[in-house]
């Protein structure tokens, strides 16, 4: 599982992503940054400040930005 620290750029990963309620206000569309979470989360969690917005996200379900050609530094 890819290990994430703060300020790190992710994408969502197409072939692991799993939808759910908060995709309807942009969860996962665009370039999100890793961000401290106000509390400790479970393992394999990370917090991400979307374009649109914030939520947790399954580390397993991001990429790092660099690594598509669609993710722009």
Request: charge should be negative; hydrophobic fraction near 35%; include cysteine.
């Amino acid at each position: 599982m890819p290990d994430y620290a703060i300020g790190d750029r992710v994408i969502r990963n197409p072939a692991t992503w799993k939808p759910n309620e908060f995709d309807s206000w942009g969860r996962g569309i665009g370039v999100g940054t890793v961000v401290e979470p106000p509390f400790p989360l479970d393992a394999g969690e990370v917090d991400v400040q979307w374009p649109s917005g914030r939520c947790f996200e399954s580390a397993d379900q991001l990429l790092p930005a660099g690594e598509s050609p669609e993710a722009p530094l």
